[in-house]
């Protein structure tokens, strides 16, 4: 097996996201003084970075000089980390920052060699010539983990038997059509917003390479074009998109089957659904694919001090130790130097091959990805229809209004051309529906409806639930993402029904039936304001999840939530 592999980036069009919906995991310790070494991961690493930070910080590391140094780990989508230091070196570039900006990382790493390379090309806009970010031939591997299809033991061999896995989710509606020997379950795929997340990018080139029959790095911006419908095909087959692979295949786990039944996620996350204690899952490789690299860079940035390099590269040699790679193993993480054995759950009964046979993918050129992501935002993604319910309560006077009105602000000026929303406002009475579309005559119509919104009366949050779901059941669009999110901050007043009508209600409009309708809420405020329990059985009944919000993380909240559709 061989491995090889807008001004700034298409996608960041939204405020710079300091926080994602993957785990955010910063190292305890009892140290509280000495030079912070910031290593900021994709969310693969995330686990592996804390452990490496809790071990090496346990020893009280030092510099040549003396002085203690202090390793700290945030992890988020890698398209997320991106974002985030391509935002911070523009605004040093602009002098709105210094290089000592304490948000600046001192160590990057991203969830493959696709990401790698296009924050590289993007600094490089920023600062031409400058070279800030390593090449990947300088930089160290960590890990890796190969990107495969994700799905049961008992649908794995209809996969296995696909000569091309991709165009078969295309071609076929249920797995008995890919294999006669197989249960006439219908195709559910799942992947991540490749706009926000490593495995999502990965999956989108490899989805191009696969129809063009290209290995990436040959893909031009003219294929783009030239096979967008056979991409957007398979995209039709999508149940659900996601912010971080993690969570995507936690929630395959929790929902079940006809959640999803296949997702393109990273050959770890096989290991860690299994290791669950279930023993359900398996891995399918396909003929190429991904070997998601993981390397570390040390950026020769002015944002990393001498002191901050001595200590980034005391961290990255502590992580190649046979000791560390031993425990990403253990992680199920394939180790990043040679001669380190696999641990004892690479083998099938955690669902994966400890030798797979493929063809390992290197990265297309960095312009091409850019026309693969607008690509996908204007055209080859799954499309999707979202009723908006919004509590406009007298309890949401003041702050907790504009920060909402804000919040609804940006999530319409990120719709993408062929995306529209519902967008229904309650109080002791619900207002008729306002549809929003992601045209610019839409977006217009959106602001001004948004900024005339006033908090007054109470909250009908049962029957404004009721109505959003019926009002999708009368213009369900079959071949899209339908959804209900709902944001409020006080408890159901007025309703004329209960919640065990509405859940019963919500039941027939779910994943087991045609029309597979999810639900996401949002409790707004502050605790005991309003019933996080009550919002938590509403959204899990339709197979959606429940997040807490407030007038100072809402903004995220919502941002995260809009990439599920």
């Known amino acids: 097996m061989v491995f090889k592999l807008k001004s700034i980036f298409p996608f960041i069009v939204t405020p710079l996201l300091l926080l994602s919906s993957c785990n ?21 690493l995330g686990e592996f970075c804390q452990q490496t930070a809790t071990k090496l910080n346990a020893t009280n ?13 945030d992890a988020k989508g890698s398209g997320d980390v991106i974002n985030e230091v391509v935002s911070l070196a523009q605004q040093l570039s602009d002098g709105t920052i210094l290089g000592e900006d304490a948000q600046f990382p001192s160590l990057i790493a991203v969830d493959g060699e696709i990401y790698q390379n296009q924050l ?17 031939t300088d930089t160290p591997l960590i890990v890796f983990s190969p990107m495969v299809f994700m799905t049961t033991k008992e649908l794995a061999p209809a996969l296995e038997k696909t000569p091309n896995i991709y165009t078969g989710l295309a071609n076929y509606n249920n797995y008995q059509q890919l294999d006669p020997n197989s249960q006439p379950l219908p195709i559910y795929f799942v992947q991540t917003a490749p706009t926000r997340s490593n495995s999502g990018l ?10 063009a029959n290209k290995p990436p790095q040959d893909l031009t911006i003219e294929d783009v074009t030239k096979y967008q419908d056979k991409v957007k095909a398979i995209q039709e087959k999508i149940t659900r998109y996601g912010v971080s692979t993690t969570s995507l295949a936690n929630s ?20 860690r659904a299994n290791s669950q204690g279930n023993n359900q899952y398996q891995a399918v490789y ?62 099938a009964q955690f669902g994966v091959n400890p030798n797979p046979n493929y063809e390992s993918y290197r990265p297309p050129k960095p312009e091409v990805v850019e026309a693969m992501l607008k690509n996908w935002q204007d055209y080859a993604k799954k499309p999707s229809q979202v ?3 919004v509590d406009i309560s007298g309890s949401m006077r003041g702050q907790k209004m504009s920060a909402v009105q804000n919040t609804l602000l940006n999530y319409v000026q990120n719709l993408g051309v062929k995306e529209e929303i519902v967008l229904i406002t309650f109080s002791d009475e619900i207002n008729p529906p306002i549809i929003i579309k992601g045209t610019p005559e839409g977006k217009n119509n959106g602001i001004k409806y948004i900024s005339s919104l006033q908090a007054r009366g109470g909250t009908k949050l049962y029957d404004s639930a009721l109505f959003a779901r019926d009002w999708l059941r009368k213009n369900l669009k079959p071949n899209a993402i339908n959804a209900v999110l709902i944001l409020t901050d006080g408890e159901d007043s007025g309703s004329g ?68 559709f």
């Open 24 to 44: 955010q995991r910063n190292s305890n310790n009892n140290q509280t003084s000495g030079i912070s070494i910031k290593f900021l991961v994709g969310s693969d």
């Open 61 to 73: 590391p030092k510099l040549s000089n003396g002085k203690s140094f202090l390793l700290t780990c």
């Open 120 to 136: 590289i090309y993007q600094i490089d806009k920023i600062f031409p010539g400058k070279n800030y970010i390593p090449a990947i």
């Open 202 to 211: 990965q999956t989108l080139v490899a989805q191009f390479a696969s129809v």
């Open 252 to 271: 395959m786990v929790e929902n079940g089957v006809f959640w999803a039944n296949v997702g393109s996620v990273y050959e770890s996350l096989v290991i």
């Open 286 to 347: 396909p003929k190429a694919t991904f070997s998601s690299n993981i390397r570390g860079m040390l950026p020769n940035a002015p944002w990393v001090s001498e002191e901050e390099k001595e200590g980034a590269q005391k961290v990255l040699d502590f992580m190649l130790t046979p000791e560390l790679q031993t425990l990403a193993s253990e992680l199920g993480l394939r180790p990043g130097i040679p001669g380190i054995p696999l641990s004892n759950k690479f083998n």
């Open 387 to 389: 009723a908006i319910v």
């Open 497 to 564: 029904i209960t919640l065990p009508n509405l859940e019963a209600q919500l039941q027939k409009s779910g994943f087991n039936s045609d029309e597979r309708i999810a639900f996401f809420t949002v409790g707004y405020g502050n605790d005991g304001e309003f019933n996080s329990q009550v919002l938590e059985e509403i959204a899990k009944i339709n197979n959606g999840y429940y997040r807490k919000g407030d007038p100072s993380t809402i903004d995220q909240v919502m941002n995260n939530l809009q990439v599920e």
